[in-house]
C-alpha cells in the first residue's frame, strides 16, 4: 500500500480532481459540447438543481482515483503509464458508447474529456 500514497501530492490529486470536475461542468454545459452531446447520447440536458447526484458523486470519486494514479506515476516517474493507461480507457469508453449507439459527437467529446483531464492532473502535480 505505501507506493500508492508514498510521495503523493495529495494537495495535487485533490486540485486534480476538483479542477477536472470543473472543467467537466463547462465541458458538458451548452456553453460548449452539452447540448449536441446530450443528442448524441439521447438525454435531455436540465438545469443544476435537475443534476443526477449519484451519477454527479461517482464523476467525482472517479476522478479523485484518476488523479491520485496521476500522482503515484509522478513520483515513480512513470507519466507514461498513466497516459497509457488514459488512452486505453478513453478507447474503452468510446468503444462502450459505440455498442450503446452514442453518437461520434457524443464518443468524441466524452474521449475528449478525459484527455484534458489528464493533462489537468498531470499540470496539478507539476505545480503541487
Do not use: H
Amino acid at each position: 500500500m505505501e507506493e500508492l500514497t508514498s510521495g503523493v501530492s495529495w494537495v495535487g490529486v485533490v486540485v486534480g480532481a476538483v479542477a477536472a470536475f470543473l472543467i467537466g461542468w463547462v465541458w458538458y454545459s451548452p456553453k460548449l459540447f452539452g447540448t449536441k452531446w446530450a443528442q448524441g447520447v439521447g438525454v435531455d440536458l436540465g438545469s443544476a438543481s435537475e443534476m443526477p447526484v449519484g451519477a454527479m458523486l461517482s464523476q467525482l470519486i472517479g476522478l479523485f482515483l484518476m488523479s491520485w494514479f496521476v500522482g503515484v506515476t509522478a513520483v515513480a516517474n512513470a507519466l507514461l503509464t498513466v497516459i497509457l493507461a488514459t488512452a486505453a480507457f478513453a478507447v474503452l469508453a468510446y468503444s462502450g458508447g459505440m455498442f450503446a449507439k452514442k453518437s461520434a459527437y457524443a464518443r468524441g467529446v466524452e474521449a475528449g474529456y478525459l484527455a484534458v483531464c489528464l493533462v489537468v492532473m498531470i499540470v496539478a502535480q507539476g505545480i503541487f
